[in-house]
């Protein structure tokens, strides 16, 4: 039986599709994976027993330098965060939110305000540059800021993600002409779009890298808000680091203690206020998170200080 290595690019209903030695290779998953909690991931290196007729196992899942269980992608470089201020409004506690998971998990993130045709974006993107992200402002309808986005992108294996209607797939069809990803409309009374990405895609970019396109991150949810994180959720926020080691005491939760360093960076504006309050939601939700309650490995903290 032949053994061929090659990375997951589409999963779909249960079916691995394996881009192996130019050839895509139809596979399903070694029931061992099941029996050990372990899933097959969109950019997994895999080794797979093909069975013929282009038709195969996936045996081996290589190691990964990172993984995210919702959205299921694995060996990313960087979330693009794809946020609007036009209809639907993206609430910056979804950014936040996701931003210290990709943290925890040693992701880069880069945050991309969409629609700026039709609502400017300038101050969603300051809190962001301010809090030490790259930041691109983009129109999917006008081209404005694509360039700048295809830049970020180069050499890179990226995962798209945001609110549904945000427009993530206009602006992949604008990145890579050809794409033609669906596109749907914003429904005018709830506000909000309708999925378009069902399944989760890896594809290639003309400008040299690679992007994922994922359903909207409102799948980010609780599986993600685990003991690692409630441990480590000051540095996940970026722009917090430099504060850390300069409070009064040890053990500092950043909420409201006197002599807390980050609470004078929030207070001489050095650290956006936004941000600072989508730390205390995320800590609020993680407070009650028991040792016990984490059954299965997660990630091990891997970011680099600044």
């Known amino acids: 039986m032949k053994v061929s290595k090659g990375r997951i690019r589409k999963a779909l209903s249960g079916f691995y599709y394996v881009d192996a030695e130019g050839r895509t290779i ?22 797979v027993q093909e069975t013929g007729d282009e038709q195969g196992m996936v045996w081996e899942i290589m ?7 919702r959205p299921a992608v694995a060996n990313i470089d960087q979330l693009v965060v794809v946020a609007s201020r036009a209809t639907p409004a993206t609430d910056p506690f979804l950014i936040d939110r996701v931003s210290a998971i990709a943290a ?6 880069v945050v991309c305000v969409n629609k700026c045709d039709l609502a400017p974006g300038g101050e969603l993107a300051e809190i962001y540059r301010t ?14 800021g694509v360039g700048e986005l295809k830049a970020l992108l180069r050499g890179k294996l990226s995962a798209f993600t945001g609110n549904s209607g945000v427009g993530k ?19 005018e009374r709830l506000g909000r779009g309708k999925h378009t990405t069902r399944h989760v895609e890896l594809f290639s970019l003309d400008c040299g890298g690679e992007v994922i396109d994922t359903p909207g991150f409102s799948s980010f949810d609780a599986q993600e808000l685990d003991l ?32 807390c360093a ?6 001489e504006g050095d650290v956006p206020p936004s941000r600072h309050q989508s730390y205390l939601r995320l800590y ?15 990630s091990k903290r891997v970011w680099t200080e600044k």
């Open 26 to 47: 139809t596979c399903r998953a070694r029931g061992k994976f099941r029996q050990e909690g372990r899933s097959p991931l969109v950019g997994d290196w895999v080794e």
């Open 63 to 69: 190691p990964r330098r990172t993984a995210f269980d």
């Open 131 to 144: 809090a030490g992200f790259p930041v691109v402002l983009t129109s999917a309808e006008t081209g404005e």
């Open 228 to 259: 690692d994180l409630k441990e480590h959720l000051p540095e996940t926020f970026i722009e917090f680091r430099p504060y850390l080691a300069d409070c009064r005491f040890i053990g500092c939760s950043h909420t409201k203690e006197k002599g």
């Open 262 to 267: 980050v609470l004078r960076a929030v207070k």
């Open 169 to 187: 797939s206009s602006l992949l069809n604008a990145v890579q002409p050809g794409f033609s990803l669906r596109v749907a409309a914003v429904s």
């Open 284 to 298: 609020g939700e993680l407070k009650d998170v028991k040792s016990w309650e984490n059954q299965s490995p997660k």
């Open 104 to 109: 925890l998990k040693g992701c880069g993130v």
